[in-house]
Structure formats: C-alpha cells, structure tokens
C-alpha cells in the first residue's frame, strides 16, 4: 500500500508540473481563458509528465533497492556473528 501512495504522489507531482509547462509554454494569462490550445502543446505536456513519472518511480525503486540490499548485508553480518 506504501508503494501505491508514493507512485500516487509522483504522478500528482509530475502532473502539475506537466500542466504548469503547458501554461507557461503556451503563454498563459489567468485573466484571459481564450487562449487555444494545440494538439503539439498537449503532447509536449504529456511527454513531460510521463518522462518526470518515469524518472521519479524509476529513483524511488532504485533507492528501495539500495536500502533492501543494506538490510541483506546488515542481517548476513548478524548471522556470522
């Protein structure tokens, strides 16, 4: 369930971040909602969320992994003792 959260989280945060490139990309004006926007924008913020989703799940999996294999080594030295 922990893992399902933090992948939850990254995608909330790669989303907003994605949807702020888009606004910023596009030139964006809280004042004027008028402004179209484009199929390339769209995919553009798109690539950008999933490639920030990937970075952070493929990160967040490598440091679990860092930590398991600190806790296999710790647990292999109590042993030998």
């Known amino acids: 369930m922990k893992n399902l959260s933090i992948h939850f989280i990254l995608g909330l945060m790669s989303l907003l971040i994605g949807s702020h490139f888009l606004m910023q990309n596009n030139g964006y004006n809280p004042m004027n909602f008028t402004t ?3 199929p390339g924008h769209l995919l553009i913020a798109l690539g950008v969320i999933l490639l920030l989703y990937c970075f952070g799940v493929f990160f ?3 440091s679990r992994m860092n930590r398991t294999d600190k806790n296999q080594e710790k647990s292999k030295d109590e042993a030998l003792k």
């Open 60 to 62: 967040y999996e490598l």
């Open 36 to 38: 179209d926007l484009t």
